[in-house]
C-alpha cells in the first residue's frame, strides 16, 4: 500500500494554500530543485555537448517514456517523449487518417479540450480531400462510431465536468466498425489506472505538467499500439525520428518503433524535472490512487452539496464515470473562483460556468478537502464572490 502522507511530504506545497488544481499544473517535487540544479551545474555546465552521450540525453525521451508506460498500462517501448500535448495529438491523428484510407471522418465529442478540435480543424484544412471533423455530445460518442469513422479522437476524461468516458468500450465498438482510436490521458495519467494494451488502444497521448508534476511546459507523450509501430508514418518528420540521426542522409527514414514520432531536440531540463516526479510515482500503486482520489473527490461533493445549495454538481456522482476531478456550476462561477483564490483554496474556472477542483492523491489531505468545503461554504453564504474585483476577468483563468 502507498503511504500517501510520505508522497505529500515530497512535495513543496505553499504555506497557507490548499491546491486543488494539481489537474492543471503539478506542484513542485522537492527533488525536482536538486535534480534540475545537477543536470545546470553538472551536466550542461560541465560536459556541455558531451553531455548527448555520457548523461544519455539522447536516450531520456524513450527511457522516461518507459516509465510513463507503467502508468498507462502501456507495452514497453511504446511510449515517446517530446513536444506539447497539441503536437502529439496532431502527429497521431496524422497517422491514423493515414492508416485508415480511405475514410475521412474524424469523431470527437464536444466535452474534449478545444486545442485537439484545433488541431484536428487544422489538419483536416491541410488536408483537404474531404476529410472533416465530427463532434457529437460525450454521451453519444458510442452510437456515432459507424462505418465512416476513421478514428475517433477522445479525451477519456472532460475537463470541464470530469466526466470519464469508457475507454474499454468505445475501442471495442471503434475496432467493430473499422476505426482507430486516440485517447488524450491529459486527465487521466495519474489520475488513475490506465489500460492501455488491456483496451486495445491504437494511438495515445497525454501530458506529464497536470498529474504528473513535470512543471510548467514539462513535455507531452505519445503512444503507438506495438502492433501499428511500423505502419506508422510520421507527419512531422523530425530528425530525431530518424532511424539513423547522425547519419546526416539527405532521405528522411522513419526510426524503428514508436520512437518516430520523436521530432527534434529533447527539453532536458523538463525531463529532469519529470524524472524527479516519476521517482516518486515509481513507488506508488495505482489501485489504491484510484480508491483515495474516490474517496476525496466523495468527501467533496458531499460537503459542499451540504453546505451550498445553489452550486449544482456537474460530475458524475457514479465513481465508473469519474475522473479525478470535481466540478460545479454557478452563473458567477468566475467570481466564486476569484473569492476561494483570495483566501488560499486554488481550484479554477472553465467558461462558462465551471468551477473545477482537481484531487491528487499524492499530496491532497483530508484536512485540506475539508478546508475547501468550509470557505466555499462562506463564500457562498455571506456572498463574498459579489464584488466588482471578482468579476474582473484576467488573461488566465
Ligand atoms: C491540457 C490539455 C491540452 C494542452 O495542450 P498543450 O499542447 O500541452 O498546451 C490539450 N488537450 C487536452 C485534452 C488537455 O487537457
Redesign the pocket.
Known sequence: MTDFTKTRAMFHLPEGMIYLDGNSLGPLPRAAVDRVTKTVTDEWGEMLITGWNKAGWMDKPMNVGNRIARLIGAEPESVAMGD????K?YQALASALEMNKPRKVILSDSG??P??LYMAQGLCRTLGDGYTLKIVAPEEVLDAIDETVAVTMI?EVD?RTGRKHDMAAITKRAHDKGALTIW?L??SAGAFPVELAKAGADFACG?TY?YLNSGPGGP?FIYVAPRHQAAARPALSGWQGHDAPFAFDLDYRPARGAERMRVGTPPILQLAALEASLNIWDSVDMAALRARSLALTDQFIKGVEATCPTLTLATPRDHALRGSQVSFRHPEGYAIMQALISKGVIGDFRAPDIIRFGFTPLYTSDADVAAAVDVLAEIMAKSLWDTPEFKTRKKVT
Do not use: E, P, R
Open positions: 506539447t500535448l497539441s503536437i495529438v474534449n479540450f486545442s485537439d479525451t475537463y488524450d491529459a486527465h501530458c497536470k507531452a
